[in-house]
Nanobody
Framework: EVRLVESGGGLVQAGGSLRLSCAAS????????IAWFRQAPGKEREKVAC????????YYGDFVKGRFTISSNNAKNTVYLQMNSLQPEDTAVYYC???????????????????WGPGTQVTVSS
């Protein structure tokens, strides 16, 4: 069974940090691109960061501006998202997704072919 499970969300004050985890199982982790997306109430889904596990290619959403870092622990089939200097506008549900085709997931944002986790809530208070 394919599973992606996010964890690490919570409530943090502006300027604080959180580290999100995305634990994957049920598929060949190193054949996939893992991406983080987020969606705030009333807003469209927004891409945050992605990593192609096999070659460690990394991309970030335009808004990240050096505040977030994506990394992986292949032995644990887990991808992390370190988020620093959080601001209230970062409040959203954060999802991780996995797809064998990075272009389809990250550039085209074709979500129907990807595996998705249930999401983890991040709330940043001012």
């Amino acid at each position: 069974e394919v599973r992606l499970v996010e964890s690490g969300g919570g409530l943090v004050q502006a300027g604080g940090s959180l580290r999100l985890s995305c634990a994957a199982s049920g598929f060949s982790f190193d054949e996939y691109t893992i991406a983080w997306f987020r969606q705030a109430p009333g807003k469209e889904r927004e891409k945050v960061a992605c990593m192609t596990i096999s070659n460690r290619s990394i991309y970030y959403g335009d808004f990240v501006k050096g505040r977030f870092t994506i990394s992986s622990n292949n032995a644990k089939n887990t991808v992390y998202l370190q988020m620093n200097s959080l601001q209230p506008e970062d409040t959203a549900v954060y999802y991780c997704a996995a797809d064998k085709q990075s272009f389809r997931l990250w550039v085209l944002e074709v979500v129907t072919d990807a595996y998705w986790g249930p999401g983890t809530q991040v709330t940043v208070s001012s």
